[in-house]
């Protein structure tokens, strides 16, 4: 097992901490880029902030982003240090959703390259 948490964008990064530098830590944190409850929101991307300080402070904890992910938000959520991608619209509303897959995980391994 895997153990993970989310954090709503309500929630301050700090709440996490502790969870990750417990004896049993979380392995994965999922930071929400839209409010939980539906698909086909805008990515907020002011929760990159949150993303930022969890891979600064966390080199090889998963961080995984979900809400408003696609083309033309996947590099700045790969910028920022997010690995996992979540992304309903973007995908399931494409012509190719393999295409659109292909091009979130280029996007991330890139980004991986430059750390
Ligand atoms: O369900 C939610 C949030 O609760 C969505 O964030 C989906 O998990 C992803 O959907 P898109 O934002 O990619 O359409």
Do not use: H, W
């Not at 989310?6 to 839209?34: C, D, F, R, W």
């Not at 805008?42 to 090889?60: A, D, Q, T």
């Not at 991608?85 to 995980?105: D, K, N, Q, T, W």
Request: overall charge negative; some cysteine; charged content about 20%.
């Amino acid at each position: 097992m895997r153990p993970g948490v989310a954090l709503k964008p309500g929630t301050p990064i700090e709440e996490v901490y502790p969870l990750i530098n417990s004896e049993n830590p979380v392995e994965m944190v999922l930071v929400m880029t839209v409010e939980p409850g539906f698909g086909g929101q805008k990515f907020m991307p002011e929760m990159m902030e949150k993303v930022r300080m969890l891979r600064n402070k966390y080199p090889s904890l998963d961080i995984e982003v979900d809400g408003g992910l696609g083309p033309s938000t996947i590099d700045v959520a790969a910028s920022a240090g997010a690995n996992c991608i979540v992304a309903g619209s973007s995908v399931f509303g494409a012509p190719e959703p393999a295409a659109v897959i292909s091009l979130m995980r280029k996007s991330v391994l890139e980004n991986q390259e430059k750390c």
